[in-house]
């Protein structure tokens, strides 16, 4: 149904992604600030756009994989933007995987049903945008195992299934605009916290006495397992193959994690919901950005946040 895919932003994760676009048959066209990342992609044959309006004059479907609310905004609406073409668009859907904030996905979402399609395509009148922003992280996004949580209109979600399918697992349809952005920022905090949980309690742990490995191997088998203990273990050496053990490198920055903590706090008092813990999380993964470790993975929490010891 989509020939032609547009991919904007190709960074860690979205150049992974895209790859894997080329990979299922998809005629790819890409666009990226950065220069040299867009040569990589001509490099292999893959056509290059200068601005987010030439891919969208040339796609059926664009995606995104921004870093942030701004930069989506600005690839969308901004001078040469996916929308600026009047008020008729080419590509007929649009799906934003960064991790952003629900407002900012609804608000896209009405002003792209706002728009007439250029042409008849795939049988719908108006053009559809579609939140899915991903879990999984670089590691997924390479072997092609994300997980998509999406939201806006469920025709849309349906045709979308096998670009999705594309580039990950798991893809789950979570209703309406904004509702995978409310759900990526939901997941995030519950994984920060639950970091900050088996963090503090393997610090303390250690204090009274308990080796991290022992008391990891009690969480594990007791009512404390989580994927924070049993999968990503924060204390170095506990577990192989995790960022803790390759000193916090790789993974998922701690900017990052800071940056979701802040959209779920500002969703959180749109709502006038009750946080305590968003805001406590927000706070001490802000602390460990301004203590400089803002590229090392979240879970050195444990060590510059909890354990004492520094660098
Ligand atoms: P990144 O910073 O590596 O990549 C972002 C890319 O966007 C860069 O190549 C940058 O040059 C490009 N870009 C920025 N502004 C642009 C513009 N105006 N026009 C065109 N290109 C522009 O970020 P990432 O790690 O790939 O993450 C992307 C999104 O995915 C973020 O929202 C992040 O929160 C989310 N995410 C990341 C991970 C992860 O593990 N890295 C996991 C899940 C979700």
Excluded at 119 to 129: D, L, S
Excluded at 136 to 147: D, I, M, N, Q, R
Excluded at 155 to 182: D, V
Excluded at 189 to 215: F, K
Aim: hydrophobic fraction near 40%; glycine fraction near 10%.
């Amino acid at each position: 149904q989509f020939q032609t895919v547009g991919f904007i932003g190709l960074g860690n994760m979205g150049s992974r992604m895209a790859n894997n676009l080329v990979k299922a048959g998809y005629n790819l066209l890409v666009h990226d600030v950065n220069h040299d990342v867009m040569k990589k992609f001509s490099d292999k044959g893959i056509l290059t756009k200068n601005s987010p309006l030439e891919v969208a004059e040339a796609s059926d479907a664009v995606i995104t994989m921004l870093p942030s609310s701004a930069h989506v905004m600005d690839v969308y609406t901004g001078p040469k933007g996916l929308l600026n073409s009047g008020n008729q668009l080419r590509p007929w859907l649009f799906i934003d995987s960064s991790t952003i904030d629900p407002q900012t996905s609804r608000k896209l979402s009405a002003t792209i049903s706002n728009y007439n399609l250029k042409g008849e395509r795939g049988g719908c009148g108006t053009p559809a945008m579609l939140d899915a922003p991903v879990s999984g992280g670089v590691l997924s996004a390479e072997t092609g195992s994300l997980t998509f949580m999406v939201g806006g209109p469920e025709e849309a979600y349906r045709s979308a299934t096998p670009l999705f399918l594309s580039m990950g697992k798991n893809i789950i349809y979570c209703g309406g605009p904004g509702n995978g952005s409310s759900a990526k920022i939901c997941n995030n905090l519950a994984m920060a916290v639950s970091m900050l949980g088996v963090s503090e309690a393997l610090a303390l742990g250690q204090s009274l006495g308990v080796a991290a490995t022992t008391l990891t191997k009690i969480f594990n088998s007791s009512s404390a397992r989580c994927w924070s203990s049993d999968t990503y273990n924060p204390v170095p050496g506990v577990m192989d193959a995790v960022p803790a053990s390759r000193n916090y490198d790789g993974g998922f920055a701690t900017k990052l994690m800071a940056k979701d903590l802040k959209l779920a706090a500002e969703s959180a008092k749109e709502v006038e919901a009750k946080t305590p813990m968003t805001f406590l999380a927000e706070e001490i993964f802000r602390e460990v950005c301004s203590e400089g470790h803002g590229t090392k993975d979240f879970s050195c929490v444990f060590r510059h946040y909890f354990s004492g010891k520094d660098e």
